[in-house]
């Protein structure tokens, strides 16, 4: 493990095909953001799979784990992140499978346009102006817009999708009209939308959202998704998500 670990990293289990993934407590390590937006969004056999602001890899991994796709991929602008990314896919031996790109999704250069059946993306969801800034750099690029905003993502995503292509996100519901207002800039027409509930009785605190390149109008709204019990557990789905 030696010759796989970098100082001050360690090794997590992602409950998922014996899948392991390297985090490093300086950077912004997963949760479970990441964890709903890899149940949400549906990789089919023989299609191809790209995640913007992939971090750590985690998504591509974990739709790896549960898909049928023929190949995954990572979009990354931290080198350290994307470092992490690929070595964590060559422990799982994934390495046939996913490719991590340490890459700019504000320019995409070297990436052909249509070239993939589905996008993801967990992306920073703060506005650069907006709330406190970690002092720690890295922690600061995922959680604020700072090296790439709302816009620079959904951009993104409708170059690479092909024409009926899915694009899937995990957001704040806060930004649900900046959302839908950009899908649409971009002929991403929103499709699927999700709101997860931390409680039954509590406002929603994340949403899960596909859309489709070129799509007519139709947007279906799902039932909630609660993360916690009334005893403070995870409730059934949520559980099925983890560890099923």
Known sequence: METILKDGERLDDLHRSNYK???????????????????????????????????????????????????????????????????????????????????????????VDGSYDVVTANPPYMAADTGAQNQNRHMAMARHEIMCNLDDVVAAAAKLLRYGGRFYMVHRPGRLADIMVTLRKYSLEPKTLRLVHPKVAAPPNTLLIAAAKGSKPHLNIEPPLIVYDNNGQYTEEIHRIYYE
């Open 21 to 111: 993934i390297i985090q490093h407590p300086d950077y912004f390590t997963f949760g479970m953001d990441a964890v709903l937006l890899s149940s949400f969004a549906v990789v089919h056999r023989n299609e191809t799979h790209m995640d913007l602001c992939s971090g750590n890899g985690v998504i591509p991994i974990l739709l790896a784990a549960k898909n049928k796709g023929i190949s995954y991929a990572g979009a990354e602008i931290n080198e350290k992140l994307t470092d992490m990314a690929a070595r964590s896919v060559v422990l799982n031996g994934l390495a046939d499978k996913i490719t991590m790109h340490n890459a700019d999704i504000r320019t995409l250069d070297g990436f």
